[in-house]
């Protein structure tokens, strides 16, 4: 691969002048990084729907201040991060490979139709309440 060592910044390009807050080079860890990154965050925003609104925009900003900051830092964290991302795409592509979210969905449907049977310490807590309601 082009990083022989990671404990210094993977430079691929080596810019003629110096930008505020990223540096001279371009490193190519932080940049794939940053990509999967916000891949991760609109898959992780499709499958939760109840995302607040002013959230989503914080949540696509972060990895590109990361950009900015990774830049300047050693490959392995860049590596680290970028490779926790594909693990996680591998992982959640397999469980959607195994798992059949219609079944799941029509089992919950049907146990949410079934009377819960209370427990006695419940109903001793009910007894206590209504007790407690009537003596004030």
């Keep these: 691969m082009w990083a022989h060592d990671l404990s210094t910044y993977d430079s691929i390009l080596d810019l003629p002048f110096n930008i505020p807050f990223y540096g001279s080079h371009v ?16 898959l992780n ?48 592509y397999l469980f959607k490979l195994f798992v059949d979210e219609k079944a799941i969905h029509a089992r919950i449907q049907e146990n949410k ?3 819960v049977k209370k427990s006695k310490f419940q109903e001793r807590l009910e007894k206590m309440a209504k007790e407690r309601g009537m003596k004030r």
Excluded: E, H, W
């Excluded at 490193?27 to 609109?42: A, E, K």
């Excluded at 590109?64 to 992982?91: D, H, K, P, R, V």
């Design 27 to 42: 490193s190519l860890f932080t940049i794939l990084m940053t990509v999967s990154t916000i891949i991760y965050t609109r």
């Design 45 to 92: 925003q499709q499958m939760t729907a109840a995302t607040n609104p002013s959230m989503k925009y914080v949540m696509y900003l972060m990895p590109i201040m990361f950009l900015g900051i990774f830049n300047n830092y050693s490959a392995g964290l860049s590596y680290y991060y970028f490779l926790a991302n594909m693990i996680t795409f591998g992982q959640t």
């Design 113 to 115: 139709k079934k009377q």
